[in-house]
């Protein structure tokens, strides 16, 4: 049977009307072997190529720290787009892609704490937050729930890692704007994430 027309808006990821794909779903299987998943993988294995570049510079802000850094952001809505094109969703995906987000700006504060190129204060407010997503990733999975991706914490990610990579590059003033509007989404989306974890745990003790 041949997949549904891909309108433009839902191509790009501004249409996220309906279910989502029950590839993704937690008793799905895995399915490592796609193309958005080999973006994934290219984007994780881009992180320690940020690292070792950054802390072998002398100021955080070499050339291919920045290059590699847009790269791997990039490659956040490359495999979406990929994985609406070819149909190729999976519950590898699913769990992939939040992940490397998190390393991916997990990686960018530590070069930008390392450096001082934006306020730590800052940089400890995107850190908590980060690692606080991670944990209940985990959890989530160990309870068999479903973490859906709301729209503060879809977008919240955009200023955060544009913010990061401006730092990067060594403009701090216009950085700090990024990553204070991106750490507002980002809280307005862990609530949501607490809201939703809690509605499901609701439902399957009752079931």
């Known amino acids: 049977m041949p997949r549904p027309r891909l309108s433009r808006l839902r191509l790009l990821g501004l249409d996220r009307s309906g279910p989502p794909p029950p590839q993704t779903a937690a008793d799905a299987p895995l399915r490592p072997w796609t193309i958005p998943n080999a ?26 720290v920045g290059i590699c850094f847009f790269i791997a952001g990039a490659g956040d809505y490359a495999d979406g787009i990929a994985a609406r094109l070819t149909g190729q969703y999976s519950r590898m995906g699913a769990l992939l892609d939040p992940v490397v987000d998190r390393l991916l700006v997990l990686a960018g504060v530590c070069v930008c704490w390392s450096f001082e190129l934006l306020p730590r204060w800052l940089l400890a407010i995107v850190l908590a937050r980060e690692v606080l997503m991670l944990a209940f990733g985990q959890a989530w999975v160990r309870r068999g729930l479903t973490l859906r991706i709301n729209w503060p914490g879809r977008i919240a990610v955009g200023p955060t890692m544009l913010g990061i990579w401006l730092a990067l590059l060594g403009v701090r003033g216009v950085a700090e704007g990024f990553v204070y509007a991106g750490i507002a989404l980002a809280l307005l989306a862990t ?17």
Not at 40 to 63: F, K
Not at 191 to 207: E, H, I, K, T
């Open 39 to 64: 973006i994934g993988y290219a984007r994780a294995a881009l992180i320690p190529v940020i690292l070792i570049s950054a802390y072998a510079s002398n100021d955080g802000t070499d050339a291919l």
């Open 191 to 207: 609530g949501y994430y607490l809201r939703d974890g809690l509605r499901q745990m609701r439902v399957s003790s009752s079931a």
